[in-house]
């Protein structure tokens, strides 16, 4: 088989004195953390689409990026060149599990049905690799925001004929991903919002959207796809007011409409940071309300209002967002995925490389040092004695539903208030750095 990346050899574990761009410092996928293997608490995924199909180019210009494969016109022979360079990458970087949409693997056909043999095609290439190199499907999806048909959404565009070719290609996405044994299946609303109230009809837009997550579930359970539906909070980009806008926003609705049972998140770092939350509070979100599904890895910019796809590299956001999946119990059927693309100007195949050691070593070494400061126990033990006061006497009533309005006034109407006690924000993030810096 044609080599794609020649100048890059199979990527290994050298430590940290290592002073080879090209080796793991941070890490070795064997490491064990809080009783399981690196790989198999990070499960870092690779996204098809930026690793694959990206070429650079952004609004003020063209592609940069210099691929093996760019010669290559016909659009079929293009997309086999992408898969057998996705497995190489897999290979050499040593990550076990992908992810993609359906069209970035295959290309779009004169109809639906040409679209659909073109994805068999690819998908019959993928399977035997996936087989040969024990690679796994970490999720799929559906792009339904690139071909203009969408230009008013998907499942809540104003043309009931948009919305029925969203639910065929959703329905046809979902096969792939169950024959490809995906784990989950995410929707991101790429097109799912609006732009002004003028002409949008909001109230019919949501419930066709709850519909539609509906019609998934019930195809799914007919087929037998045992997998895990996610939905990917984005709060704006590509419309204005994006209807997933947080995990909070997100849990709201699917109870709203009885979805609940079926759907975890997909949290991303850079669509946390355009919320105006930070990444921790998202996965936290999820984790209380038992809906941490995977994450997207990717960081952006806090001084640009989009997505900038970065490759995470910030060491602190990295320790405290797995901080939080460590308290969530880990991250169950989801991974890490790289959504995360080269900077434009980082066109070389081996900056691929470099960008992915970068973030690979940045989440091997924020949970391990996670983890460390969840054995430390001294920020849990701070909290728990925060709150120690609705363990016994009248707090303790609260909690077990004992109290109401008229029982607390009773309590509190003649007695002194306790005093309360610092919150020693200074202190406990000087414990955070403590554990990075002494690591
Ligand atoms: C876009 C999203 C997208 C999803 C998959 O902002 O992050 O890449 O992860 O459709
Ligand atoms: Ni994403
Ligand atoms: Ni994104």
Same mark, same amino acid.
């Given at each position: 088989?044609?080599?794609?990346?020649?100048?890059?050899?199979?990527?290994?574990?050298?430590?940290?004195?290592?002073?080879?761009? *090209?080796?793991?410092?941070?890490?070795?996928?064997?490491?064990?953390?809080?009783?399981?293997?690196?790989?198999?608490?990070l499960?870092f995924?690779?996204?098809?689409?930026?690793?694959?199909?990206? &070429?650079?180019?952004?609004?003020?210009?063209?592609?940069?990026?210099?691929?093996?494969?760019?010669?290559?016109?016909?659009?079929?022979?293009?997309?086999?060149?992408?898969?057998?360079?996705?497995?190489?990458?897999?290979?050499?970087?040593?990550?076990?599990?992908?992810?993609?949409?359906?069209?970035?693997?295959?290309?779009?056909?004169?109809?639906?049905?040409?679209?659909?043999?073109?994805?068999?095609?690819?998908?019959?290439?993928?399977?035997?690799?996936?087989?040969?190199?024990?690679?796994?499907?970490?999720?799929?999806?559906?792009?339904?925001?690139?071909?203009?048909?969408?230009?008013?959404?998907?499942?809540?565009?104003?043309?009931?004929?948009?919305?029925?070719?969203?639910?065929?290609?959703?329905?046809?996405?979902?096969?792939?991903?169950?024959?490809?044994?995906?784990?989950?299946?995410?929707?991101?609303?790429?097109?799912?919002?609006?732009?002004?109230?003028?002409?949008?009809?909001?109230?019919?837009?949501?419930?066709?959207?709850?519909?539609?997550?509906?019609?998934?579930?019930?195809?799914?359970?007919?087929?037998?796809?045992?997998?895990?539906?996610?939905?990917?909070?984005?709060?704006?980009?590509?419309?204005?007011?994006?209807?997933?806008?947080?995990?909070?926003?997100?849990?709201?609705?699917?109870?709203?409409?009885?979805?609940?049972?079926?759907?975890?998140?997909?949290?991303?770092?850079?669509?946390?940071?355009?919320?105006?939350?930070?990444?921790?509070?998202?996965?936290?979100?999820?984790?209380?309300?038992?809906?941490?599904?995977?994450?997207?890895i990717?960081?952006?910019?806090?001084?640009?209002?989009?997505?900038?796809?970065?490759?995470p590299?910030? *060491?602190?956001?990295a320790?405290?967002?797995m901080?939080?999946? *460590?308290?969530?119990?880990?991250?169950?059927?989801?991974?890490l995925?790289?959504?995360?693309?080269?900077?434009?100007?980082?066109?070389?195949?081996?900056?691929? =490389?470099?960008?992915?050691?970068?973030g690979m070593?940045t989440f091997a070494q924020g949970v391990?040092?996670?983890?460390?400061?969840?054995?430390?126990?001294?920020?849990?033990? =701070?909290?728990?004695?925060?709150?120690? &006061?609705?363990?016994?006497?009248?707090?303790?009533?609260?909690?077990?539903?004992?109290?109401?309005?008229? &029982?607390?006034?009773?309590?509190?109407?003649?007695?002194?208030?306790?005093?309360?006690? &610092?919150?020693?924000?200074?202190?406990?993030?000087?414990?955070?750095?403590?554990?990075?810096?002494?690591?």
């Open positions: 088989m044609k080599e794609y990346f020649c100048n890059v050899q199979k990527i290994k574990f050298e430590g940290r004195e290592s002073k080879n761009p *090209l080796a793991f410092k941070y890490y070795d996928a064997e490491e064990m953390v809080g009783g399981k293997k690196l790989k198999d608490q499960r995924t690779m996204s098809y689409w930026h690793t694959l199909t990206a &070429s650079g180019a952004d609004p003020f210009g063209v592609g940069t990026y210099v691929r093996e494969w760019d010669a290559e016109q016909d659009p079929m022979k293009l997309a086999k060149m992408r898969m057998e360079a996705a497995f190489e990458f897999m290979n050499k970087i040593d990550i076990d599990y992908f992810a993609f949409h359906d069209r970035d693997i295959a290309p779009e056909g004169k109809s639906l049905e040409e679209t659909n043999r073109n994805l068999d095609e690819i998908v019959d290439l993928c399977e035997g690799l996936m087989k040969k190199h024990n690679k796994k499907l970490l999720w799929g999806t559906a792009n339904m925001f690139t071909n203009p048909r969408f230009v008013h959404g998907a499942a809540t565009t104003c043309n009931a004929d948009v919305f029925a070719y969203a639910a065929a290609q959703v329905k046809k996405a979902i096969e792939v991903t169950n024959r490809l044994d995906g784990e989950n299946y995410v929707f991101w609303g790429g097109r799912e919002g609006y732009e002004t109230l003028l002409n949008t009809n909001m109230g019919l837009e949501q419930d066709n959207l709850a519909r539609f997550f509906h019609m998934a579930v019930d195809y799914a359970q007919k087929i037998g796809f045992k997998g895990q539906f996610l939905i990917e909070p984005k709060p704006k980009e590509p419309t204005k007011h994006q209807y997933d806008f947080d995990t909070a926003t997100v849990l709201g609705f699917l109870r709203k409409y009885d979805l609940d049972k079926y759907f975890k998140v997909n949290i991303e770092a850079n669509h946390a940071t355009l919320a105006g939350h930070t990444y921790e509070h998202e996965i936290a979100v999820a984790g209380i309300n038992g809906a941490l599904g995977s994450l997207d990717n960081q952006g910019d806090p001084n640009l209002g989009w997505d900038t796809d970065q490759f590299t910030n *060491l602190y956001d320790v405290l967002a901080y939080q999946v *460590l308290k969530c119990g880990g991250i169950a059927s989801g991974g995925n790289f959504d995360s693309k080269v900077r434009r100007a980082s066109f070389e195949a081996d900056d691929l =490389f470099i960008a992915y050691i970068a070593d391990k040092i996670a983890q460390k400061l969840l054995d430390g126990g001294e920020i849990e033990n =701070f909290v728990k004695e925060r709150y120690s &006061s609705f363990t016994t006497g009248i707090g303790k009533d609260i909690v077990e539903g004992k109290a109401d309005f008229e &029982s607390l006034e009773k309590y509190i109407i003649n007695k002194d208030v306790s005093a309360n006690k &610092s919150g020693r924000q200074e202190m406990l993030e000087a414990i955070v750095n403590k554990y990075i810096l002494n690591d």
